[in-house]
């Protein structure tokens, strides 16, 4: 039997019901982790669950919303009460609310701050007593994007959030290093989920359309959406930096874009 890339090491995946999160969640069992899957909806997470453990793997489920302090702290636990101990976190959850910064309303910048940055921020810190451990270790991917890096019109919010994570990955691998946590971030360019389709046929998600409008999606085909990548493509370069290969890479923000965006 070969052995797997992650085989022993539990995994946290917030955001892991849809899109990339859930490619990861998938990927990661295949290559023998325990996963807890989370999500602020419970139909899309009993999904994955199930997909996983069809597929042989080890899943857990837990419907939590990283924007609370007391969830993100529960979704943590779960791992080390399912599977004893955690050992790769992958702060995933994310939503676009986009608008030109004059038109942006305090609700769509708070919801999109709130989930990427502050979630991402909730479990790194729920995650603390048990990544700190002596002779523990771990490691933390943050998911931030190219917008962040470059910035993009109408996405004020997210581009900050994003742009937030990077500042948040360098501080956790500098704090965590003695403990032996890496943190690394991910850049992702356009990865074709629901968050990338277009908005006039799109899902409505807590109470807005999320896509990108057609015009402007059409116009994009010819550019940097030819660059659109799957979430498998996407979850990837994830499995890599959760894998012992990265062992030595710490504090570093990896773009995930197919050349996009350089
Ligand atoms: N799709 C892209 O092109 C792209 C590009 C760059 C970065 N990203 C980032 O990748 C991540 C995943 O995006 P996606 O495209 O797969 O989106 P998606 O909408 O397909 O999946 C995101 C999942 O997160 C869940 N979620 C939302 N808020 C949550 C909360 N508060 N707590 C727990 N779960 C929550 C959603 O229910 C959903 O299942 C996001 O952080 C996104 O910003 C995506």
């Given at each position: ?74 979704l ?34 708070d ?18 007593r ?22 993009n ?61 057609k ?6 085909m ?41």
């Amino acid at each position: 039997m070969t052995l797997g890339r992650l085989d022993g090491k539990v995994a946290v995946v917030t955001g892991s019901g849809r899109g990339i999160g859930k490619a990861e969640a998938k990927l990661f069992a295949s290559e023998g982790a325990s996963i807890v899957v989370d999500d602020i909806d419970d139909r899309p997470m009993e999904e994955t669950v199930r997909e996983i453990q069809e597929a042989g793997g080890r899943a857990v489920g837990c419907v939590a919303d990283v924007t609370k302090a007391e969830d993100a702290q529960r979704l943590i636990d779960t791992a080390v009460s399912s599977f004893g101990r955690l050992d790769i976190l992958v702060n995933n959850a994310g939503l676009t609310r986009d608008n030109l910064i004059a038109r942006m309303t305090d609700q769509q910048w708070d919801i999109v701050v709130d989930i990427s940055l502050k979630g991402s921020f909730n479990c790194i810190r729920a995650a603390a007593r048990h990544m700190m451990k002596p002779n523990h270790g771990g490691t933390i991917i943050n998911t931030s994007s190219v917008v962040g890096l470059f910035g993009n019109i109408g996405q004020a919010n997210y581009s900050a959030a994003k742009a937030g994570l990077v500042g948040l990955t360098k501080t956790v691998a500098k704090e965590w290093q003695r403990y032996g946590v890496t943190c690394n971030a991910v850049a992702f360019g356009f990865v074709d989920t629901r968050l990338t389709r277009e908005k006039e046929t799109g899902e409505e998600v807590m109470g807005e359309k999320v896509g990108i409008p057609k015009k402007v999606r059409d116009n994009m085909m010819q550019g940097v959406m030819a660059y659109l990548l799957t979430p498998e493509d996407a979850a990837k370069p994830v499995l890599f930096l959760a894998s012992p290969d990265a062992r030595y890479i710490t504090g570093q923000v990896l773009n995930v874009s197919a050349g996009a965006f350089i």
